[in-house]
Nanobody, 125 residues
Framework: QVQLVESGGGLVQAGGSLRLSCAAS????????MAWLRQPPGKEREFLAA????????DYADSVKGRFTISRDDAKNTVYLQMNSLKPNDTAVYYC??????????????????WGQGTQVTVSS
């Protein structure tokens, strides 16, 4: 059974940083494209960042490029999202997701097969 468990969310002031973690079980993150997405209040879920199963390719939404960094630790079977220079409009529930094994990076959230339960990030002004 696949489980993705996010942690690291919370309340932070604008300009601050947070690091989200996604601990995976039931799948090996080095065999899947892994991504972070978020859903702001009253809005649709949106793609933020992805890392290829090879670990050599990453992709970012324009809204977070240069501020957020996706990475993974294969030994811990965990994916991270380092978030810097946070803004109030980054407030959302943040989700970790896994795509198809050995597939290509995609920004379409409908192509991700496994999801975590989400972690709340709130950025105050």
């Amino acid at each position: 059974q696949v489980q993705l468990v996010e942690s690291g969310g919370g309340l932070v002031q604008a300009g601050g940083s947070l690091r989200l973690s996604c601990a995976a079980s039931g799948l090996t993150v080095s065999r899947y494209n892994m991504a972070w997405l978020r859903q702001p209040p009253g809005k649709e879920r949106e793609f933020l960042a992805a890392i290829s199963w090879t670990g050599s390719h990453t992709d970012y939404a324009d809204s977070v490029k240069g501020r957020f960094t996706i990475s993974r630790d294969d030994a811990k079977n965990t994916v991270y999202l380092q978030m810097n220079s946070l803004k109030p409009n980054d407030t959302a529930v943040y989700y970790c997701a896994a795509g198809s094994p050995f597939g290509m990076i995609t920004t379409k959230y409908t192509t991700y097969n496994y999801w975590g339960q989400g972690t709340q990030v709130t950025v105050s002004s």
